[in-house]
Nanobody, 116 residues
Framework: QVQLVESGGGLVQAGGSLRLSCAASGSIFSINAMGWYRQAPGKQRELVATITRGGSTNYADSVKGRFTISRDNAKNTVFLQINSLKPEDTAVYYC??????????WGQGTQVTVSS
């Protein structure tokens, strides 16, 4: 059992920045990878960024160069630094954790709204 709590969303002007946080608790030892996904109105949930237990990262092409995923292992927390925000970044951002048994856990989501 893994619980994920997200924070850091909000309303920001285009060009601004946000840092999202995802704190994991429960069976932390079972987590193999964590990541961020987002879902805009009328669209499918899409991958934003992932980070593995070993520290390898992956990014969606649409956010590469603007978003950075990082972790604080001591706090069991993953961050998403979002820079140069665009209106098309507006979405609900979800934290994800994959266990070593390939089971996915999801946070409640945090709203990011970018005004033009």
């Amino acid at each position: 059992q893994v619980q994920l709590v997200e924070s850091g969303g909000g309303l920001v002007q285009a060009g601004g920045s946000l840092r999202l946080s995802c704190a994991a608790s429960g069976s932390i030892f079972s987590i193999n990878a964590m990541g961020w996904y987002r879902q805009a109105p009328g669209k499918q949930r899409e991958l934003v960024a992932t980070i593995t237990r070993g520290g390898s990262t992956n990014y969606a092409d649409s956010v590469k160069g603007r978003f950075t995923i990082s972790r604080d292992n001591a706090k069991n927390t993953v961050f998403l630094q979002i820079n140069s925000l665009k209106p098309e970044d507006t979405a609900v951002y979800y934290c994800n954790a994959m266990s070593i048994t390939l089971h996915d856990y999801w946070g409640q989501g945090t709203q990011v709204t970018v005004s033009s």
